[in-house]
């Protein structure tokens, strides 16, 4: 049976859409029918809040949970902690006591790989895990990018924010070399996108120019859009809300690349067993 492709949806910069990415990513992968699981890892919880949880802390058990038995070799039970949308995808939940986490992690054995040891559980159970990282670099964003096989990088489209890129590539290859070779950076999404204006253009058009010969930068831009912000208080995707908007478009082509990414990879790896 085929195992997930699983992919950390980073950036240390805060604001760079990675939570809306990783939600209507994961709504547009379950539209087309691929089994989704999302795993929030900030303790911010937005993600969790954005998917109709307003009230994170107040779950039973959230990521928090889960890690503490990997760490202690606790049994998990088969979708423990799991919760449905309706919109069909899964989500592991986080509160503010994933950063309590954070912390402990760092006198713990094999702590770079706590994240990767609970989605071995689960990971046949899904087509695509998504893991929505925190903007910083610190424990758990290592923990998401040890487990993943794809970086994903909303970057806005903003001089700043095209800066702080270089910072995260050297991120990324350092766990690569480190701790997982498999890693690989899937993308760079460009985000909050306003046609409109020049400097928009001129930022995409940098990004493109510096990265895109080295990494595949997404056709695909997400535009900015009121809409789009006015949703992660409605516990709802984009698609339900503004169907026909420029922002559920955007996610729509993007899901089609990533599928289409996906598909590519999978051939490649067949090809290579036979």
């Known amino acids: 049976m085929p195992k997930a492709t699983i992919t950390a949806v980073v950036n240390q910069k805060g604001g760079t859409a990675k939570t809306t990415t990783s939600e209507n990513l994961g709504f547009g992968l379950a539209r087309e029918g691929k089994r989704v699981l999302l795993v929030d890892t900030d303790p911010q919880a937005s993600l969790t809040i954005a998917l109709g949880n307003p009230q994170p802390d107040n779950l039973e058990i959230t990521l928090t949970d889960l890690m503490k038995k990997v760490i202690n070799e606790e049994p998990i039970a088969p979708g423990e902690g799991i919760l449905h949308h309706p919109e069909g995808v899964d989500l592991v939940p986080s509160s503010i006591e994933l950063s309590g986490m954070e912390v402990s992690l760092v006198n713990t054995m094999n702590r770079e790989k706590i994240l990767r040891q609970y989605l071995d559980t689960v990971k046949n159970q899904y087509d695509f ?3 929505d990282c925190m903007p910083s670099l610190g424990m758990l964003t290592i923990n998401a990018l040890a487990a993943a096989e794809n970086a994903l990088i909303p970057v806005q489209a903003q001089y700043l924010s095209a800066k702080g890129l270089e910072q995260l590539l050297g991120t990324i290859n350092k766990v690569r070399r480190q701790i997982n070779p498999k890693l690989r950076i899937e993308g760079i999404l460009l985000t909050m996108v306003d046609a409109r204006t ?3 253009k001129e930022i995409a ?11 595949k930068v997404y056709d695909q831009v997400i535009p900015r859009s009121i809409r789009a912000a006015e949703i992660s ?8 809300h503004d169907p026909d908007g420029k922002v559920a478009q955007g996610y729509k082509a993007l899901t089609q690349e990533v599928m289409h990414d996906a598909e590519k990879r999978r051939k490649r790896e067949l090809d290579q067993l036979r």
Do not use: C, H
């Open 129 to 131: 895990i998504l893991i």
């Open 198 to 200: 020049n400097y928009s």
């Open 205 to 215: 058009a940098l990004i493109r120019d510096t990265y895109g010969g080295k990494i």
């Open 233 to 240: 208080a409605e516990g709802k995707s984009i698609f339900s």
